[in-house]
C-alpha cells in the first residue's frame, strides 16, 4: 500500500478536523483557505473539515504575522486541541512578518516562537493546493496506526 493510498484509508474512516485560526494577517491566506473550501480545490473529498472550534480539532492551520493581541491566546488555543495533534503555518506571514515586518512594526514572528509549529508552507498567499498537501502530509504523524509500505 502507498502512502498516499494509506492516508486516503485514514480519511475514509474518520474525518480530519482542521482549526483555522488568523493571527494578524491580510485576509490573503484565508481567502485560499476559502478557495480549498470551493469546487474546484474541495478538500471535502479527503474528509478534510475546517472550522474555528480547538476542541475538536486535530491539525491547528495558522495565518498571519503574530500581533501583540496573540500573545497568550495561540498557545491557550494550541492547548485546547486534544493529542496527538500538529499546527501547520501557512504564507510568509507566520515565518517572517512578510509585508510587514518593517522597522518599529509590533509584529513578533515566528509563529514557531509560541506554539511547535510541525510545517510551514510558504507563499504570499500560498496555492491551495500546497495548503491541502500540507494537511495531508500531517496525517502519518498524528496517527499512530498509519501503516504504508516504502
Ligand atoms: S502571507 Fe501574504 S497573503 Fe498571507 S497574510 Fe501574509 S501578506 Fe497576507
Not at 127 to 141: M, S
Request: net charge positive.
Amino acid at each position: 500500500m502507498t502512502a498516499f493510498q494509506s492516508i486516503m484509508n485514514i480519511v475514509r474512516r474518520r474525518s480530519i478536523h482542521v482549526c483555522y485560526v488568523d493571527a494578524g494577517s491580510c485576509n490573503g491566506c484565508g481567502i485560499e483557505v476559502l478557495a480549498c473550501l470551493a469546487p474546484r480545490y474541495d478538500i471535502g473529498q479527503y474528509g478534510i473539515v475546517i472550522h474555528n472550534n480547538p476542541r475538536e480539532a486535530d491539525i491547528l492551520l495558522v495565518a498571519g504575522a503574530f500581533t501583540p493581541g496573540w500573545d497568550d491566546k495561540l498557545r491557550i488555543l494550541w492547548d485546547k486541541i486534544p493529542a496527538p495533534k500538529a499546527a501547520i503555518a501557512i504564507g510568509n506571514c507566520p515565518q517572517s512578518g512578510s509585508v510587514f515586518n518593517r522597522r518599529g512594526s509590533y509584529i513578533d514572528p515566528p509563529v514557531s516562537k509560541h506554539i511547535p509549529v510541525y510545517a510551514n508552507v510558504s507563499g504570499c498567499p500560498p496555492r491551495p493546493t500546497e495548503i491541502i498537501a500540507a494537511i495531508l502530509a500531517q496525517i502519518p504523524k498524528i496517527f499512530p496506526d498509519f501503516k504504508a509500505e516504502p
